[in-house]
């Protein structure tokens, strides 16, 4: 299947501080891409919505000036924590899809954020 | 708005038993339907998938799924589970069309006991 690469796979942060997450389509131009989060043993909560040079759409409760998200080409995006704080620790999931095939999304392989 | 309801969190087997995972979703429309599994620190696996046209579904690693529409739902199977099948499975439905969002169920924690 076709490969979504998420970077880092890992990262921890102080508090206050921005940290930014890449997520690539390597083989497939994704025109919409999408960033979860999920709790442990928690179900993929999505954050938002993202289409190749448009703003991103977000899901309610989620802070869009909190959560930055770009998406300026069609196989890269990334999401931006800002100021984040300990409660922002999670694991973080992007996926892409190629909408005008109708295919599945695929997934990255998250990154573990740690905030301290 | 689509919802997807996953009946069981956890589930305990024995290697070579028999594997039934429910999901039901509601939806007035047309769907897509998936099944995902995640091995412990590992990325989100698709298992297999429905579109359209024949209601049971093939997917990888022996297991199968079958849609019935009248139930609005999509239970996954497999004849005989394996120590290797221990993961996280989840359901997930999209309303068909472009750019439609995929919603997951809470998942189903699998773990099969030697």
């Known amino acids: 299947g076709a490969v979504v690469s998420q970077h880092p796979s890992r990262v921890i942060c102080k508090s206050g501080t921005s940290v930014k997450i890449e997520c690539r389509s390597l083989d497939f131009q994704a025109t919409t891409m999408f960033w979860y989060r999920q709790f442990p043993k928690q179900s993929l909560m999505l954050m938002a919505t993202?289409?190749?040079?448009?703003?991103?759409?977000?899901e309610q409760g989620v802070e869009k000036d909190k959560f930055l998200i770009n998406h300026a080409s069609l196989t890269l995006s990334t999401l931006t924590v800002t100021s984040a704080h300990p409660e922002d620790s999670s694991f973080y999931i992007c996926?892409?899809?190629?909408?005008?095939?109708?295919?599945?999304?695929?997934f990255g392989q998250g990154t573990r954020l740690t905030v301290v | 708005a689509q919802s997807v309801s996953q009946h069981n969190h956890h589930v305990i087997l024995s290697e070579a038993a028999s594997l039934e995972l429910g999901c039901n979703y509601s939806?007035?429309?047309?769907?897509?339907l998936f099944w995902y599994v995640q091995y412990p620190g590992q990325h989100l696996q698709l298992l297999l998938k429905y579109f359209s046209g024949d209601p049971l579904v093939k997917g990888i690693k022996g297991f199968e799924a079958e849609f019935i529409k009248s139930k609005f739902s999509f239970n996954l199977r497999k004849p005989s589970v394996q120590w290797s099948d221990t993961a996280e499975y989840f359901c997930a439905v999209r309303p068909s069309g472009t750019a439609s969002k995929l919603t997951f169920g809470t998942g189903t924690r699998l773990q099969v006991t030697l």
């Open positions: 993202s289409n190749e040079g448009s703003k991103a759409t977000y």
């Open positions: 996926s892409a899809r190629e909408v005008l095939l109708n295919t599945e999304a695929f």
């Open positions: 939806y007035g429309g047309t769907v897509n």
